[in-house]
């Protein structure tokens, strides 16, 4: 297991083989259940629909690996419920990657009994930026329209660091 804390204080993982394979069967599994119900979700237009469930797949298994859980795969469409991605210490979980390096935590559906987590990166490299509880959003981010649909940012600088929320931080 590959997992190391950068300098500045963020926490970088490098997913295994296997665990690619397994966030490309997710991510093309999801990819299929979905696309009837969105047919265009691109926040990257250098990106396809699969590939861009491949990388979420893939963020959701670094975060899971950094707190110790199991991922939660199961491939549902989007509007069954659950709306998250992993549950920590009773704490549900909603995972948003940003193929950024220095990206912004962007949220289009803000629910306040979740927490956030801002993954940057690409298979098989994340970097785990930080979290914020979903009540927090509205009060340190901000509404904005970024051309493919409009969305809560957070910028990473209000986010606690994953560590936190081991300790029972919300």
């Known amino acids: 297991m ?3 804390t950068m300098k500045n204080d963020q926490d970088l993982v490098i997913l295994t083989e296997s665990e690619c394979r397994i966030a490309k069967y997710v991510g093309r599994l999801r990819n299929k ?3 009837a119900s969105k047919p265009n979700m691109r926040r990257d237009p250098n990106q396809s629909d699969e590939g861009m ?5 893939g963020a959701e298994l670094a975060v899971a690996r950094l707190l110790n859980v199991y991922p939660d795969i199961t491939p549902t469409d989007d509007d069954v419920l659950p709306q998250f991605d992993l549950v920590y210490n009773s704490n549900m979980i909603e ?9 912004d935590l962007l949220i289009p559906k803000k629910y306040n009994d979740l927490i956030y987590v801002l993954v940057c990166g690409s298979m098989p490299l994340y970097n785990v930026v930080g979290f914020i509880a979903g009540a927090s959003v509205a009060l340190l981010g901000e509404w904005v329209d970024l051309t493919y649909g409009a969305c809560w940012r957070v910028k990473p600088i209000f986010l606690s660091r994953i560590i936190e929320l081991t300790k029972g931080g919300k």
């Open 2 to 4: 590959t997992t190391r």
């Open 33 to 35: 259940l979905s696309a």
């Open 53 to 57: 469930n491949i990388q979420a797949a």
């Open 95 to 103: 995972v948003k990657r940003n193929h950024l390096p220095n990206g």
